[in-house]
Every structure is written in structure tokens, then in C-alpha cells.
């Protein structure tokens, strides 16, 4: 089935990191642009970063120059590495095939940064 499947959440203090990995399944993943989406309740959905087809990663202001997401098609996973995490990085992270405007989402994993 075609499925994408997140790991690598936690609870992880301040200035701490976590490496996210979303693994795919049921399609190749070189062909399809990947991102990583952020809730939080009451809030609006956050594209916390993007990886495109043609080579190109973007990702919010919020997280530039702490987190590097990259690819690994030939494990057919993609990582979101976090570092320097603080409060405003807690939220459920979901692998979304098509990123914000994906198709395929896969279950989340919880990423909680506190004291």
C-alpha cells in the first residue's frame, strides 16, 4: 500500500535535537516531492520544510539554520534533522508526499520540547 511511516519523535529538552525519519512505501520516492508538516492545536498547519524534485529544500524561517532535511531514495526515507530545538518546535511532525498540498500523510510522530 502506499504509506508513509514517521519515527524519531520525542520529549527532548531545550537546545537539544531529534532526527525524524519518514519512510515510504508502495511508490518511489524520487518522483515525488516530500515535506514535513507541523500541528499544533489551535493553530494553523505549518510546512516546517520541503524537499522537491528538482533538488531544491526549503523550509520556514523559524527553522533555518537548525533543521536540514535530506533524502535517502535508495532507502526510500526521508530525515528531518533538528537541532537546537526549542518550545516553538513542539508539535506533531507528519511526512506528507506533495508537502502541504500532498495527498499521502502519514500518521505523525510527537516531538515535545520542554524542561
Known amino acids: 500500500q502506499v504509506q508513509l511511516v514517521e519515527s524519531g519523535g520525542g520529549l527532548v529538552q531545550p537546545g537539544g535535537s531529534l532526527r525524524l525519519s519518514c519512510v515510504a512505501s508502495?511508490?518511489?520516492?524520487?518522483?515525488?516531492?516530500i515535506g514535513w508538516i507541523r500541528q499544533v492545536p489551535g493553530k494553523e498547519r505549518k510546512e516546517v520544510s520541503c524537499s522537491s524534485v528538482d533538488g531544491s529544500t526549503s523550509y520556514t524561517n523559524s527553522v533555518k539554520g537548525r533543521f536540514t532535511m535530506s533524502r535517502d531514495n535508495a532507502k526510500s526515507t526521508v530525515y528531518l534533522q533538528m537541532n537546537n530545538l526549542n518550545s516553538e518546535d513542539t508539535g506533531i511532525y507528519y511526512c506528507?508526499?506533495?508537502?502541504?498540498?500532498?495527498?499521502?500523510w502519514g500518521q505523525g510522530t510527537q516531538v515535545t520540547v520542554a524542561s
Open positions: 508502495g511508490f518511489t520516492l524520487d518522483y515525488y516531492s
Open positions: 506528507v508526499r506533495g508537502c502541504f498540498y500532498g495527498d499521502i
